[in-house]
């Protein structure tokens, strides 16, 4: 196989690196992933693939981070979009998209009443932290250990530059820890507004975690008993095992779910819905932003959960996950690898066993990158409405050659 | 004149209730301006036009809270967006616009070394303050009284849902108050970090202050002498005083500035800039967001700051604000009513004298809405470049009606 070079790409990230700190941050640095074996720079994109500034093309595992559930490009969503930019894109008031999205949410997402709209997944996740304190009167908000929620100061991951006190009441516990959970609510009885969970636990650099077959039934009934506001951050599960929310896949009832990435097909958007008895206090809390009122990005979310429920999107993506999952362990088996493959089908986390600081998930990541496959060696990987089985054949294929390299550098 | 009626709009209104959180949130709600004398639900928009759910046309002078410095639906920024969109909006990397965009802030902010992109102004305005922090290791961010630096904990104008201990180490002196600012600075000898203006104090519901002939000067003085970080929260002011950031126009140097609204005409991103000595500060502080990096609206920002400085837009925004303020002026005047414009012409907030409660405000923008130009009783009005010779002379036809009906119902 011929293998790519990034000359374009790297040169463009040391201008980058001029202009901007750290050059590109966030999980798509070029540190985070394999330094010099993945582009950093990409042009154009079209379904599941995408192209480099250097002319390479890659069939995309990661698809913006969730967002694309249907693909690049996708021509009726963006047909969506450009019909309400004709019309405008932000205005002084909300458009008539914001009804019917508004209507959109609220029929799709099984149990909710009602919904708001924001921008980044940390807005309306950080809004339910509030609307829980609110409702309830009380302080402590619990989240998963390891969990991402959000980039804002009472949930990130880095504490450089965040003064101690702004993540006060917050306190976590491990994924399907009932007795964890349970002694959180001992330590902090009385004073707790809400325990924030994703549908299952998707961190970096670590295996995902299902549910058990208990756990979220436990988890309700400290919620009910405690009073506690029970919060799904569905932001990148959602819209992805189920057209209705997570909780349907997973066989719970939050009160509050929020959602972002694939709601739009990757135009910038998130929503936040809610149970009735949330309402009050949602419109006690003051929740706004200037780009949250933007049409486009509304017009792109009707499409694409119009789509999602007409096309079998989430059977589809569940069948093309499956594939890729069987064809994957097959190949690492072959090479005689131990590798773990966590999670849902369709957004997986793979790992070999016995590599603790990911140096051979980096080598065989990177190699898969520079014969255009672009997975991650860091986080969970994505499948999308746009893989075919030509993507899925030639993935396996160069994932069999990528771990051929692994065993030999072993 | 024949007067709009509202009946879509407020139909639409009731059913946007049950299912949003106070129907329509923020600065944009009916409750907010006139209610009953206001559309709620725009369709369209074309230059300094927009057309509600009703059919009524209006000239705008809000531009969606400041983004649309160009007007509505400009072409050339539109033909930008939607070139983007054809090649892809979101991907699992930056794209050739990340570099280009980043090149032409650099360039275009007087003073400035680098950039990153959030969505939010808040996320700009956060971000700076962590940058700050971690820059000095102190804790304590000093911004102005009444200032909106945005939604977050740290600053949000409400406390509902926010435990106190998440706006600790903030706080404000009055804008212009040297001694004000002397005084904190005695309080907190040594723990401040940052302090945080806006260019001139733009608050809502009250009187806009430009700043006194020694004010930057001063409170440079006091940063340098004592390592604060002077940072300008440039959001509403920004590309609308001065090309090259407000700071040029009212003559200091900050070393850290956010942008947002103009920076786009109405797509969603906002931007941080700042001086060389701060960003090893800004790449210690985690900050990221899946939808920061959208290229669509990094194209349109390209093109709205390329289209900023080709066509003199900055003085032909200031022309039509002079234009509108003596118009408004002399109607006033002929009305035998007391009227107090403050702020800058391209950005003014109009009040009456002895309106405390703004209830003669109301009448008078309700009446101007019902007769086709939107302005806003609480909130500073905008100006943009689609604002024509006949807009100005419309509005100010317009407005003379409406202070007749203010003196009789004074």
Redesign the interface.
């Known amino acids: 196989m011929k293998l790519y070079s990034f000359e374009k790409s790297y040169k ?1 990230f040391e ?2 690196k ?5 050059g ?5 640095s070029p540190y985070f992933l394999t330094y010099g074996s993945y ?8 379904g599941s693939h ?1 192209w ?2 250097d002319g390479n093309e890659y069939i ?1 595992y ?7 559930v249907l693909g ?2 996708n021509p009726e969503v ?1 047909e969506a ?2 019909d309400q ?12 998209r ?2 019917e999205l ?2 959109v949410l ?1 029929k799709q997402v099984r149990g909710m009443d ?3 709209f924001g ?5 309306v996740t ?1 809004y339910a ?6 409702h309830t009167g009380r ?1 402590t908000i619990i989240n998963i250990t390891g969990a991402y929620n959000g ?4 949930c ?3 504490t ?4 101690e ?2 993540r ?2 917050v306190c976590s516990f491990n994924f399907n820890d009932l007795g964890g959970l349970e002694k959180l609510i001992g330590e902090h009885r009385g004073d707790i507004a809400g325990v924030m969970l994703t549908p299952h636990h998707h961190p970096a650099m670590a295996d995902q975690v299902l549910p058990d077959a208990d756990f979220y039934r436990g988890l309700e009934g400290l919620c009910k008993s405690e009073g506690i506001v029970f919060i799904m951050d569905d932001i990148r599960c959602g819209f992805r095992l189920h057209e209705n929310g997570s909780h349907c896949y997973y066989g719970c009832e939050p009160d509050i779910i929020c959602f ?2 694939a709601m739009a097909n ?4 998130s929503a936040i819905t809610g149970k009735a008895a949330f ?1 009050p ?14 049409a486009v ?1 509304m017009a792109a979310s009707i499409a694409t959960i119009n789509i999602i429920n007409r096309d079998s999107v989430i059977k589809k993506l569940f069948d093309t996950g499956v594939k890729l999952r069987d064809g994957m362990l097959a190949q690492a088996k072959d090479a005689g690898l131990q590798v773990r493959y966590t999670g849902h089908p369709v957004m997986p986390f793979m790992r070999f066993e016995n590599d603790a600081d990911f140096s051979v998930n980096r080598l065989f990541c990177g190699e898969a990158a520079r014969r255009g496959v ?1 997975l991650h060696p860091h986080h969970n990987w994505f499948v999308c409405l746009g893989h075919s089985q030509a993507d899925i054949d030639r993935t396996v294929e160069v994932a069999g050659e990528c771990f051929k390299i692994v065993k030999e550098n072993k």
């Open positions: 463009m201008e980058a001029r202009m901007v700190p750290n590109i941050y966030g999980p798509r582009p950093c720079f990409f042009t154009r994109g079209r995408v480099d500034v995309d990661m698809c913006s981070f969730g967002t694309n690049m490009c963006d979009a450009m930019m004709k019309r405008g894109e932000s205005f002084t008031l909300p458009t008539d914001w009804n508004a209507a609220v009602w919904t708001a921008k980044n997944g940390s807005d950080t932290t509030s609307i829980a304190r609110q302080k980039a804002h100061f009472w990130s991951h880095s450089a530059g965040i003064p006190e702004y006060a009441h972002g990435k990757g135009y910038p958007i309402k206090a949602a419109e006690a809390v003051y929740f706004t932003g200037t780009h949250f009122f933007a990005p672009f």
